[in-house]
């Protein structure tokens, strides 16, 4: 029996940070963007200049949430959501997303 075990690399851990900051950048979006294995370990990390602070680990925990859902990394594709800025951290705010491909 052969077990295929998925995962992501170095290479595309960091071809998927620097399209998602490309995007965030073009939605004039300060955002950090964290990238896990299928381990939900983190395997690259960006904090965009102006990124808030408390940003920093909500990444870091939704990639390891959103680890199961690593069909897109086999297909080169990552998802960039955010909240809007200060506005998204009231109640109600919407939580918007984009797919590319990298």
């Given at each position: 029996m052969t077990i295929v075990k998925h995962s992501i690399d170095a290479e595309m851990a960091e071809k998927a940070v620097a399209a998602a900051?490309?995007?965030?950048?073009?939605?004039?979006?300060k955002m950090c963007i964290a990238v896990a294995d299928e381990a939900g370990?983190?395997?690259?990390?960006?904090?965009?200049?102006?990124?808030?602070?408390?940003?920093i680990g909500i990444a870091q925990d939704k990639a390891y949430t959103a680890e199961p859902l690593a069909k897109?990394?086999?297909?080169?594709?990552?998802?960039?959501?955010?909240r809007g800025g200060a506005a998204g951290a009231q109640a109600g705010a919407?939580?918007?997303?984009?797919?590319?491909?990298i």
């Open positions: 900051a490309t995007k965030a950048t073009e939605l004039k979006l370990d983190l395997k690259a990390f960006l904090r965009m200049d102006g990124a808030p602070k408390l940003s897109f990394i086999e297909r080169g594709e990552f998802s960039l959501c955010s919407g939580l918007s997303c984009v797919t590319r491909s």
